[in-house]
């Protein structure tokens, strides 16, 4: 594979040796890290960005408290990050929630009992439906955007995008059928993944995220390299050498937990299996614009007003209270796919009143002065390449996640999207880590063993 590394040359430092190096310090590679260390496995952790996390961030407010601009949900059924989560000290509270959420036409309020959306909940029963049989090949070449142009009520049309949009993250004239139906099935159907209470989205952390990440890092210490973007992993006899921006790693095990389509940035030599090399050539990262205002408080909770908003208007925008028990107020703002991008055009004062803007009608003038606000626009994130996860273009025949990696010469893998339960998901990159730490554990006693007189 080609190499494409925009990363300033670091100082170079000697070539340096590990048992197993980890490429990647998001959650799976901190995870799979901290396991091998535990069981007393020599690990380096080598990370391309100036900063541990991948696509977990968090950032601490002008009044103290911390709001993630990565992934931040924890569902109700997600126990794996739930348990790290308490392991590390953490808080996890449920997020402020109703059953369903306000929708914004303009400065309308679209009810819920209107035929439109009527429409759209019977068609989001009829894909929950669907996505438990066996889809027609057909379905692969099918986009999403064709589906919808087919819709006939814009509001219901519309509704569904967004839908679609803030689920996937995904240019949807570039995102199969068969791919959204695949990943509502893996994903625990229409109503885990779209539900907060009792769904996916229904708890979050007081401290953030990012701090499960801080403290993880902080348990490996010097053991993770911070600016060691990988450029090559060479396989010969005498072990694997990874070719970094800072340095040479000479390893018997390596780790990649990066997203698959920035596996076209490494070298491999020799090059991968012909199946590998199509998850990364066929598949690409979503695009997801992520803002939170911070208030003093969460003031729109003084009259009843619910927060938790859908708004159908350009530049479409799934809204959540994700306000701690105590204070702040945080409100969040997510906006997806081609119109994410169209943000990336405005200046930052612009792109904040354009996110903001549509909610004045229902939260209040008083929205438009937060004490803080924070941004994140995954699809410019160089070491990242988007979010929330993977996607398949159209045509591909196994479409969508688990991605299935099988280990090569000595190469493991693990990420998210690699993931049998809750791929996608916080908890999938952390179950992705537990997996293929095991597994090279597993073959390190077993090469321990055949080494081992008798």
Request: charged letters at 20%; hydrophobic letters at 45%.
């Amino acid at each position: 594979m080609d190499v494409h590394s925009t990363h300033t040359e670091g100082p170079t430092i000697p070539t340096q040796t590990a048992t197993v190096a980890v490429v990647g310090a998001g959650l799976a590679g901190l995870t799979a890290a901290r396991a091998l260390h535990l069981a007393g496995v020599d690990v380096l952790v080598l990370e391309a960005a100036d900063r541990s996390g991948g696509r977990a961030m968090s950032e601490t407010t002008a009044l103290g408290s911390r709001v993630d601009l990565g992934g931040q949900w924890i569902g109700h059924d997600h126990h794996r990050i739930a348990s790290l989560a308490a392991e590390l000290g953490a808080t996890q509270f449920r997020m402020h929630t109703t059953p369903m959420p306000t929708i914004l036409d303009g400065a309308r309020r679209v009810s819920l009992s209107a035929p439109p959306m009527l429409a759209t909940a019977g068609l989001l029963l009829c894909l929950e439906a669907l996505s438990h049989i066996h889809p027609p090949q057909r379905w692969a070449a099918k986009t999403v955007a064709d589906w919808l142009a087919k819709v006939p009520w814009r509001t219901s049309r519309r509704a569904l995008e967004l839908i679609a949009l803030t689920s996937w993250t995904a240019d949807l004239d570039r995102f199969s059928v068969k791919a959204m139906l695949k990943a509502i099935r893996l994903q625990g159907g229409l109503r885990t993944m779209l539900s907060t209470t009792g769904g996916a989205q229904e708890s979050l952390l007081v401290e953030g995220v990012g701090t499960l990440v801080d403290r993880l890092a902080d348990e490996m210490g010097p053991r993770i390299r911070l600016g060691h973007r990988v450029t090559s992993i060479v396989r010969d006899a005498d072990g694997i050498t990874l070719s970094t921006t800072a340095g040479t790693i000479q390893a018997a095990k390596v780790v990649v937990t990066v997203p698959p389509p920035l596996l076209n940035r490494i070298n491999f030599l020799p090059s991968l299996p012909t199946d590998l090399i199509a998850i990364a050539t066929s598949t690409y990262m979503g695009s997801v614009y992520k803002a939170i205002a911070v208030f003093d408080r969460p003031f729109w909770r003084d009259h009843g007003t619910n927060a938790q908003i859908m708004v159908l208007d350009s530049p479409g925008i799934a809204v959540f209270d994700t306000s701690p028990p105590d204070g702040p107020g945080h409100l969040c703002m997510l906006v997806a796919g081609p119109r994410a991008r169209a943000l990336d055009q405005l200046d930052a004062t612009s792109r904040r009143e354009t996110v903001l803007g549509p909610l004045v009608s229902q939260l209040g003038a008083e929205l438009l002065k937060p004490v803080s606000w924070h941004e994140k626009a995954w699809h410019l994130d160089d070491n990242v390449g988007g979010g929330y996860t993977a996607l398949p273009e159209p045509g591909i025949t196994d479409a969508g996640m688990p991605l299935a990696f099988t280990p090569v010469g000595g190469i493991h893998w693990a990420g998210s999207e690699s993931a049998v339960d809750h791929p996608g998901y916080l908890d999938g990159a952390i179950e992705s880590g537990t997996r293929v730490a095991r597994e090279v554990l597993d073959v390190l006693l077993k090469q321990r063993n055949e080494v081992t007189p008798r």
